[in-house]
């Protein structure tokens, strides 16, 4: 079982820069590709980014790529998305998912997650 909780979502204006972190409870961190996903009010959860095991890969979606960039820091059982230049089409609920991996994917469809987190609000205003 791997609990995820995120954190660092709030309000900023267009332009502006947050980082959401996620941190993971599995003793073996390592194990799992991390991604995170966004659901905007009456639309469906979409990938942003996604960071494999390692941190040797990463993907992004189109609209965030050059913007927002994801890392993580095994030894601290942490994630991070820094995401710069954000616009009003970034207001979301963003949330991180965990995917028990050992080859090394990124992984951009929410049903190949096995955990995800409760979810922190991100609000941009033009």
């Known amino acids: 079982q791997v609990q995820l909780v995120e954190s660092g979502g709030g309000l900023v204006q267009a332009g502006g820069f947050l980082r959401l972190s996620c941190a993971a409870s599995?003793?073996?961190?390592?194990?799992?590709?991390m991604g995170w996903f966004r659901q905007a009010l009456g639309k469906e959860r979409e990938f942003v980014a996604a960071?494999?095991?390692?941190?040797?890969?990463?993907l992004y979606a189109d609209s965030v790529r050059g913007r927002f960039t994801i890392i993580r820091d095994n030894s601290k059982n942490m994630m991070n998305l820094h995401m710069s230049n954000l616009r009003p089409e970034d207001t979301a609920v963003y949330y991180c998912?965990?995917?028990?991996?050992?080859?090394?994917?990124?992984?951009?469809?929410?049903?190949?997650?096995?955990?995800w987190g409760q979810g922190t609000q991100v609000t941009v205003s033009s």
């Open positions: 960071i494999s095991w390692n941190g040797g890969r990463t």
């Open positions: 599995a003793r073996t961190f390592n194990t799992y590709a």
């Open positions: 998912a965990a995917d028990w991996d050992s080859l090394g994917r990124v992984v951009d469809t929410p049903s190949e997650y096995e955990y």
